[in-house]
């Protein structure tokens, strides 16, 4: 804050940093003091998709140290991903999963179809092939004298 020649500054350290915040508080004895504030917690951002700014609802925005003292029932939120993902990430993974799934078995079920409609090719064996090539092989070819 300002200059003012009514306070000082109660720590060794007498530089504006952001450790050193504080405010003045006038006491009872008419004197005016200052108490040094915290900083604020941002608390748990989203960042697993990238597409979601901002906190995550439902988890308290506190200093790290204050937030491990929590419970965990205060650290995360009852569902999968709670405390790490939004609800609408969260939302979109299922979905896509959903669809993935809902793709390979089309995909199943299609291969299936054609299979049974397609008539089937009968393999050649071996011997047979040995044969149409001796047939091939023996002809003799006719030219002009």
Not at 18 to 26: G, I, M
Not at 63 to 71: A, G, K, T, V, Y
Not at 81 to 92: A, I, M, P, R, S
Not at 96 to 109: H, S
Request: net charge positive; hydrophobic share 20%; aromatic share 4%.
């Amino acid at each position: 804050m300002g200059s003012d020649h009514r306070i000082r500054y109660l720590r060794k350290q007498s530089w504006n940093t952001a450790s050193n915040k504080f405010r003045k508080v006038k006491t009872p004895g008419r004197r005016i003091t200052i108490q040094y504030t915290k900083k604020k917690g941002k608390g748990p951002q989203d960042k697993g998709c990238g597409g979601c700014p901002g906190a995550l609802a439902g988890i308290p925005h506190l200093r790290p140290s204050e937030f491990r003292r929590l419970p965990h029932r205060q650290r995360t939120v009852s569902r999968p991903y709670g405390g790490t993902k939004c609800h609408k990430c969260v939302k979109e993974r299922i979905v896509r999963a959903f669809l993935i799934e809902e793709a390979k078995l089309m995909k199943k079920l299609t291969r299936e179809k054609e299979a049974k409609s397609a008539p089937k090719k009968e393999k050649k064996k071996k011997d047979d092939k040995k044969k149409e090539t001796k047939k091939k092989g023996g002809e003799k070819k006719k030219g002009k004298k």
